[in-house]
């Protein structure tokens, strides 16, 4: 990392509580990889990214390099999620909308259903 990149210890942090541990924004549960991957795989402009979510490019800039430095963790990400939609292929009845979840969370919806 050069001295003009920021500091990724300045703007990402992990909590076992927050996004099941994954990298994240500080003071958001906005996610590195959820960024980074906008940046590197959809060539979406890191300046149009950080203003859609409403945090400063130094900090979708961290987040990219981020993902560039841990290669493993993102990896790892990337094998669970390719497993979470596996399972949602195999088994139609596991909510994945937010709105399926939510329902469920409320109760609004049996895991009968």
């Not at 509580?17 to 994954?22: P, R």
């Not at 979510?53 to 961290?62: F, K, T």
């Not at 292929?89 to 937010?98: D, G, K, L, V, Y």
């Amino acid at each position: 990392m050069t001295a003009a990149q920021p500091s990724t210890k300045e703007w990402i942090t992990t909590s076992p509580t927050v996004l099941d541990g994954k990298p994240r924004v500080k003071n958001t549960r906005i996610g590195v990889h959820f960024l980074a991957t906008q940046i590197v795989e959809d060539e979406s402009d890191p300046d149009t990214v950080a203003s859609q979510y409403g945090i400063p490019s130094e900090a979708v800039q961290a987040a990219v390099d981020y993902y560039y430095n841990h290669p493993e963790k993102m990896a790892a990400i990337d094998r669970r999620r390719a497993a979470l939609f596996e399972d949602a292929e195999q088994h139609p009845t596991i909510p994945t909308t937010p709105e399926e979840l939510a329902d469920l969370a409320s109760g609004a919806r049996s895991t009968s259903d």
